[in-house]
């Protein structure tokens, strides 16, 4: 039982560049999320999905994508990156609901230049 | 708007002492509340949580949190501290009628030996 794992675990690009961020969990919940951590700032929710098929904007959205694949993979797209999306991003997920505790991932480093 | 705020940005604290983290949450309604603890280069591990009634709550490591709704606080408290609880301690909130979680900025611990 690996819980939640993302892939890659440092990755850097240049402006302009687009990448994907995996992430995928085996605890066979509904819930997934994605944060994006800066120093000072603690976690922002950038999109989730509430449950497999449905997708809604988080706080900070904006030069963001994710598609929830299948019930399992929720990946986040970053079409055109800048320098403002250097951050470290987490990949969440809960049961369902609001009561539930979110399970995260190990994260990853990325750095755009 | 509903936000958590932790104002202590560090705490540095001997090993052994005591500790207390500050945490409070301007909700409409009470929201639910979490502590999560990061080690460096890792996700987030959730220490402990509320929902409703005792206002006690104990959580792994040792650690308890007081829940106090007369002063929209969640301290978190730790009666003898190790070494091995260095670490950034974020306190989260979410309410009933959102699916995602509002983080704190954090509280960075250094435990002296």
């Known amino acids: 039982n690996a819980g939640v794992t993302q892939t890659p675990k440092f990755q850097v690009l240049k402006t302009g560049q687009s990448m994907t961020l995996q992430c995928a969990q085996d605890?066979?919940?509904?819930?997934m999320y994605w944060y994006r951590q800066d120093p000072g700032m603690g976690l922002r929710l950038i999109y989730y999905?509430?449950?497999?098929?449905?997708?809604d904007k988080g706080e900070v959205p904006n030069g963001y994508n994710v598609s929830r694949l299948n019930k399992r993979e929720f990946s986040l797209r970053l079409e055109s990156a800048a320098p403002s999306q250097t951050s470290v991003y987490f990949c969440?997920?809960?049961?369902?609901?609001?009561?539930?505790?979110?399970?995260f991932g190990p994260g990853t480093r990325l750095t755009v230049t | 708007a509903q936000s958590v705020t932790q104002p202590d940005i560090h705490i540095t604290v001997s090993e052994g002492a005591s500790l207390e983290l500050r945490c409070n949450y301007s909700?409409?309604?009470?929201?639910?509340l979490f502590w999560y603890v990061q080690s460096p280069g890792q996700g987030l591990q959730l220490l402990l949580k509320?929902?409703?009634?005792?206002?006690l709550v104990q959580g792994i490591k040792g650690f308890e949190a007081e829940f106090k709704r007369s002063q929209s606080s969640f301290n978190l408290r730790k009666p003898s501290v190790h070494w091995s609880d260095a670490a950034e301690y974020f306190c989260a909130a979410s309410s009933g009628s959102a699916r995602q979680l509002t983080f704190g900025s954090g509280t960075q611990l250094t435990v002296l030996p």
């Open positions: 605890m066979n919940h509904n819930s």
């Open positions: 509320y929902f409703s009634g005792d206002t």
């Open positions: 999905s509430a449950s497999e098929g449905t997708t």
């Open positions: 909700y409409g309604a009470t929201p639910y």
């Open positions: 969440a997920s809960s049961i369902s609901g609001t009561s539930a505790e979110q399970y």
